[in-house]
């Protein structure tokens, strides 16, 4: 069964700095997606990284994708209040089944 | 820009009883699934639905648990007798393509969600 680990799952971080996060899987995949879940809300789709080295870039959110480490990203640069949310990886294990993380709540101080 | 609608948005009901909860994917969508997310905590993968047929379910998706697409608009999730732990926020979403498809860079759209209390 695939495994897919976040981490930190909790992050406080001042406005203006700079951080990553870091989404791990156990088997292969190349289709990896990036969410956002704000408190009470659906899912908004960040990201789409379809194969190894895709590199995405959102304003202050920029998201890559190791197929071979099995590792994607998702950097924020100059954090501002407005990204305070839970950001969410998810991996396509194949036949339409996408398994999440646990996500990472990031919640940045003004 | 077109979303997907989820009813209603909260639902409770005494355990035992049986409850559907409703989606409309979007239109010019194929493919349909359910998630769910239990308080605070990850979503988890429930079913996937194409061409009329379960293409891929969890071991969450058990017997309790059925998918239909009744019409040419609404997908629905039937749970025949709620449990004290099917309480979470229901999520329904919709895709153009497959997760498989090499041409799509397309995500999952979601609704809004259910969410289910049972008592």
């Known amino acids: 069964e695939l495994k897919v680990e976040q981490n930190p799952l909790f992050l406080s971080m001042q406005e203006g700095k700079n951080y990553t996060i870091y989404c791990n899987y156990s088997?292969?995949?190349?289709?990896l997606y990036w969410y956002r879940q704000d408190p009470g809300k659906s899912l908004e789709s960040l990201f789409v990284?379809?194969?190894?080295?895709a590199v995405k870039q959102e304003g202050r959110l920029m998201a890559s994708l190791d197929t071979k480490a099995r590792l994607s990203t998702l950097h924020i640069t100059a954090a501002v209040h407005d990204l305070s949310a839970t950001y969410f990886c998810?991996?396509?294990?194949?036949?339409?089944?996408?398994?999440f993380g646990k996500g990472t709540r990031l919640h940045i101080l003004p | 820009e077109p979303e997907v609608t989820q009813t209603p948005s909260h639902q409770v009901t005494q355990m035992g009883q049986e409850v559907i909860l409703r989606c409309v994917p979007i239109?010019?969508?194929?493919?349909f699934y359910w998630y769910r997310q239990i308080l605070g905590q990850k979503v988890e993968f429930l079913v996937s639905?194409?061409?009329?047929?379960?293409?891929?379910k969890s071991e969450i998706f058990d017997d309790q648990f059925s998918v239909e697409r009744p019409d040419g608009s609404n997908f629905t999730l039937k749970i025949r007798s709620t449990k004290l732990e099917d309480s979470a926020m229901y999520f329904c979403?919709?895709?153009?393509?497959?997760?498989?498809?090499?041409?799509?860079?397309?995500?999952?759209?979601f609704g809004d969600g259910t969410r289910l209390s049972i008592l």
């Open positions: 239109s010019n969508h194929l493919y």
């Open positions: 639905f194409y061409n009329n047929e379960i293409s891929e």
């Open positions: 088997t292969t995949s190349d289709r």
């Open positions: 979403a919709s895709s153009a393509f497959s997760g498989q498809s090499i041409v799509s860079n397309q995500p999952q759209h």
């Open positions: 990284l379809l194969s190894n080295g």
């Open positions: 998810a991996v396509d294990m194949g036949h339409d089944k996408i398994i």
